[in-house]
């Protein structure tokens, strides 16, 4: 799998942190690549003459690594092999697993000669007190399951204005965008989904019913369900209580609430903020969801995903816009909606609408409406699937398979 993972852009950001004096701290969803990453940083440093007595990796994932210890052994354990006069490179996987994780991270960090990279499947790995020790003295880079032009080039399908990308498109998100389970494609769709099933599983029992004590594992994957159910639209804890309850499952908002921040803090979920475009303010509610993979809908809802196509391609627009490292909301106005405000690298906003297809004069008016009304002069942008499409009233109108692979 190392031949068809290079993961190019997350290589190149380690590299340009490469004894900088920050700890590198990678996280995201469980087998989404996280490892394999380090693992792949590491064959590079090797290729660059970096002696093998000079990297030492440690995964935490293995409980043969970590049982029976305490953080305070596999610190002296691994400065007992730290080499002297010259550069060490040390590599912690799925570091969480370690109780006071946050004391071998720092007294590492505050080791001579040496260079800390990380990872872990939870947020809280930075909300916890590692974020207090080392404050301004670490980067975050978030890892996500494969692109869509990652998964067209692992497949070895070369892009070409001939392609048929909505069919394409539907293998992607009907499998699965987790590199190992894409790398079982060629074994059939059972396999994705044993795999998918594993990986939905591991991440509900052991990073987030074991964490937090949840007792009520029915409840817990209700909620799930119903994010899944409803990625793109607006959703408060409130609402989908009564909702719940309307279907005679009775859970306390204050129940949700904490269930939904569960699923975000274990990258199953990610939320979107509203942002108030005339008045450029964040609001407090009415929240978005979208899911990491959405392969993981087989699992939680087990449909056909043709139905709800334009909310599908929301959610995939929504992760490549984080994949190219914007800060993104929902826009909010008074009787209409964009469907994402982006600030990008250069601190300049950006606004997308986003519909599978507007092949009448009324779909044509609503998707160009929002955009219209917006009257600052920063770029709009409306994605579709058309493959002409019109540009109008300074919106440009980009056909969203060339946007994603471009």
Request: cysteine-free; glycine content about 4%; hydrophobic content about 40%.
């Amino acid at each position: 799998m190392e031949k068809l993972i290079q993961r190019k852009e997350y290589i190149e950001k380690l590299f340009s942190y490469k004894e900088k004096g920050v700890i590198k701290v990678v996280t995201g969803l469980r087998r989404s690549g996280k490892s394999v990453l380090l693992k792949l940083f590491r064959k590079q440093l090797l290729k660059l003459g970096i002696n093998p007595t000079q990297i030492q990796f440690h995964d935490f994932e293995l409980p043969e690594n970590y049982l029976n210890k305490s953080w305070s052994d596999i610190y002296f354990e691994i400065k007992s092999k730290l080499q002297k006069r010259t550069m060490n490179f040390i590599f912690l996987d799925e570091i969480q697993n370690i109780k006071f994780f946050e004391k071998l991270v720092d007294g590492l960090f505050a080791t001579k000669n040496t260079d800390v990279y990380i990872t872990g499947s939870n947020a809280n790995l930075l909300s916890s007190e590692l974020a207090t020790l080392l404050s301004g003295r670490y980067i975050e880079i978030s890892i996500l399951p494969f692109s869509f032009r990652e998964y067209l080039e692992i497949r070895k399908i070369k892009f070409n204005k001939y392609l048929n990308y909505a069919t394409l498109f539907f293998d992607y998100i009907n499998e699965t965008s987790l590199p190992k389970g894409i790398e079982l494609r060629t074994e059939g769709f059972d396999k994705i989904y044993e795999y998918l099933n594993f990986v939905y599983t591991t991440v509900i029992e052991k990073d987030i019913m074991q964490r937090y004590k949840i007792n009520d594992k029915r409840a817990f994957e209700n909620i799930a369900k119903f994010a899944a159910a409803n990625i793109g639209s607006h959703l408060s804890p409130s609402n989908i209580s009564k909702s719940l309850k309307n279907d005679n499952q009775i859970i306390h908002h204050a129940t949700v609430e904490k269930y939904l921040e569960y699923l975000v803090n274990s990258f199953v979920l990610y939320k979107v903020n509203r942002f108030n475009i005339k008045g450029k303010k964040q609001l407090a509610t009415q929240e978005k969801y979208y899911l990491a993979d959405l392969g993981l809908l087989n699992i939680l809802l087990g449909r056909e995903r043709t139905a709800d196509r334009g909310h599908i391609l929301e959610n995939i627009v929504f992760l490549e816009l984080l994949r190219r490292g914007y800060k993104i909301w929902t826009g909010a106005m008074r009787d209409k909606e964009v469907d994402f405000v982006v600030k990008n690298k250069m601190g300049d906003i950006e606004y997308y609408q986003v519909a599978w297809e507007i092949s009448d004069k009324v779909t044509i008016a609503r998707e160009f409406a929002p955009l219209e009304s917006i009257k600052d002069n920063f770029p709009k942008y409306l994605l579709t699937t058309e493959s002409f499409p019109q540009s109008q009233k300074g919106i440009k109108h980009i056909n969203v398979f060339e946007w994603l692979l471009g």
